[in-house]
């Protein structure tokens, strides 16, 4: 097991009474739970997110803490937190990283893994 690591699930869901397709406007949750499966106490400091649609425009968020938190999360530990964002595209999707530090003061990255946002499958 590596000292310092963050390991992060991803739920995702489609809002379609805040969305607007008629002006290619699509409001998408994320649910993302944080844990220390490493062996040393560690905060979360900031975030950044790069965000695609399907006509793969980009934008990129950079910003302290997670919903106005900075979590420190001990061996064993997990945050859960929801956030939100809007894409002018049915599909895209979300990747980046969190820069955290350890109470022993070694700093470090945790990679969220890219996942996607799409709007449910419907059957006829």
């Known amino acids: 097991m590596a000292a310092y690591e963050f390991t992060v699930t991803v739920r995702t869901q489609y809002l379609p009474e805040q969305s607007d397709p008629s002006r290619s406007n699509y409001v998408f949750t994320y649910s993302i ?3 220390n499966t490493g062996t040393v106490g560690a ?3 900031s ?8 006509n793969n425009h980009v934008d990129e968020v950079r910003g302290l803490g997670v919903v106005g938190h900075q979590p420190l999360l001990q061996p064993g ?8 964002t809007q894409l002018a ?3 895209g999707s979300m990747t980046g990283e969190y820069f955290c530090v350890a109470e022993d003061g070694h700093q470090f990255e945790t990679k969220i893994p890219e996942f996607v ?3 449910p499958r419907t059957l006829h």
Request: no cysteine; proline share 4%.
């Open 33 to 35: 739970t944080i844990k």
């Open 43 to 45: 905060q979360l400091i």
């Open 47 to 54: 975030r950044h997110w790069v965000i695609t649609d399907a």
């Open 77 to 84: 530990e997990q945050f859960e937190y929801t956030s939100g």
């Open 89 to 91: 595209t049915p599909q």
């Open 117 to 119: 946002l799409s709007l």
